[in-house]
C-alpha cells in the first residue's frame, strides 16, 4: 500500500528497531531542503539510526547547516548525525561512497541511499529494511516502477519516457531484471557493500547507481524492489550535466565488457 509522503508507518518489531542504521545523503546546494529531510528521518522509529552527510563543498550554505543540524541532533542523541565535507564537487556517486565508507567505519550494519531533495520519502526505510531483514537480500531498492510505485504528477511525458527509455537500455545491456535500475533510494547491507570493494568503483555520477546494482547482481546476491512515490524535488536545481548524462550511457557498456567494473570517464 503506497502512503502519502510524511506519513507515518506501522513500527517494526524489536529488535529490528534496534537496527543500526545508517542514512547516507549527498548534498550541493540543499540548503533548502536539509532541515526537513533531518527532522523527517530522525522523525522515524528507528533507536539506532545515524544520518551521515556528505557535502560537496556547496556554495549555498548547506555545509554549515549540517554541522549546525548535527550538533542540535547530536545534543539528544550523540553520533545520531555525522558530516562529511569534501573540497571539491566530484561526482554523486563519489559522494556515496565516502558515505558509504564512513557508515562502515564507524559500526553500522545497514546503509541508506538517499536524495537530498526529498525526492524520496524517508518515511519508507523502516519498511525497505524490514524487507531486507526479512528476506536476507543484499539489497532493496525504493522503486518508481514497481506495482504500487508512483512519480509525482510534475513530471512530464518527455521525463517520464527518458526515465524509462534508461532503465529498459541499462537492463538489456546488463540483464539486471531491475524494474528501476536507475533509481536512488536503497538500502544495503552492510556486509555486501564491504564485500564489493567499494575502493574499486569508478562511477562517478549517476551511473554509480547502475555499477553497484551491477556488482550486487555478479555477487549473487538478491535485488529486491519495494514501490515508493517519488516526489519533485522540493528545492534547488537538478544537478544532471550533460557530462552525467554522457557517463550513464557508456557505463552499462563499460560494465558489460570490463565484467564488471566501469572505466571512469575523466583521469584521477
Known amino acids: 500500500m503506497n502512503?502519502?509522503?510524511g506519513s507515518t508507518p506501522a513500527s517494526l518489531p524489536k529488535p529490528w528497531q534496534d537496527a543500526a542504521v545508517a542514512v547516507v545523503v549527498p548534498t550541493y546546494n540543499e540548503s533548502g531542503n536539509l532541515a526537513e529531510l533531518a527532522r523527517r528521518i530522525f522523525a522515524l522509529d528507528l533507536s539506532n539510526l545515524r544520518l551521515i552527510v556528505v557535502d560537496d563543498d556547496s556554495p549555498d550554505g548547506t555545509g554549515r547547516l549540517a554541522d549546525e543540524l548535527a550538533r542540535e541532533y547530536n545534543q539528544a542523541r550523540p553520533g545520531s548525525m555525522h558530516v562529511?565535507?569534501?573540497?571539491v564537487k566530484d561526482g554523486i556517486g563519489r559522494a556515496h561512497l565516502a558515505g558509504m565508507k564512513t557508515a562502515l567505519a564507524l559500526g553500522d550494519e545497514y546503509v541508506v541511499q538517499l536524495d537530498g531533495d526529498l525526492s524520496h520519502p524517508p518515511e519508507s526505510i523502516?519498511?525497505?529494511?524490514g524487507v531486507l531483514l526479512a528476506t536476507g537480500a543484499g539489497l532493496v531498492i525504493g522503486s518508481r516502477y514497481v506495482v504500487g510505485g508512483s512519480l509525482?504528477?510534475?513530471w512530464g511525458t518527455h521525463r517520464r519516457l527518458l526515465s524509462r527509455f534508461a532503465t529498459r537500455y541499462v537492463n538489456t545491456i546488463l540483464g539486471l531484471g531491475i524494474r528501476d535500475a536507475t533509481g536512488g533510494f536503497k538500502i544495503w547491507r552492510g556486509d555486501v557493500l564491504q564485500e564489493l570493494d567499494l575502493d574499486a568503483v569508478r562511477s562517478d555520477g549517476y551511473s554509480f547507481q547502475v555499477e553497484m546494482n551491477y556488482l550486487c547482481k555478479l555477487a549473487g546476491h538478491p535485488i529486491l524492489e519495494v514501490p515508493i512515490h517519488f516526489a519533485e524535488r522540493n528545492a534547488g536545481t537538478s544537478k544532471i550535466t550533460m557530462a552525467v548524462q554522457?557517463?550513464?550511457m557508456i557505463t552499462p557498456f563499460a560494465l558489460r565488457l570490463s565484467g564488471g567494473r566501469a572505466r571512469s570517464t575523466r583521469p584521477r
Open 3 to 5: 502512503r502519502e509522503p
Open 84 to 87: 562529511v565535507h569534501r573540497a
Open 126 to 129: 523502516p519498511a525497505m529494511l
Open 152 to 154: 509525482s504528477v510534475r
Open 246 to 248: 554522457f557517463e550513464s
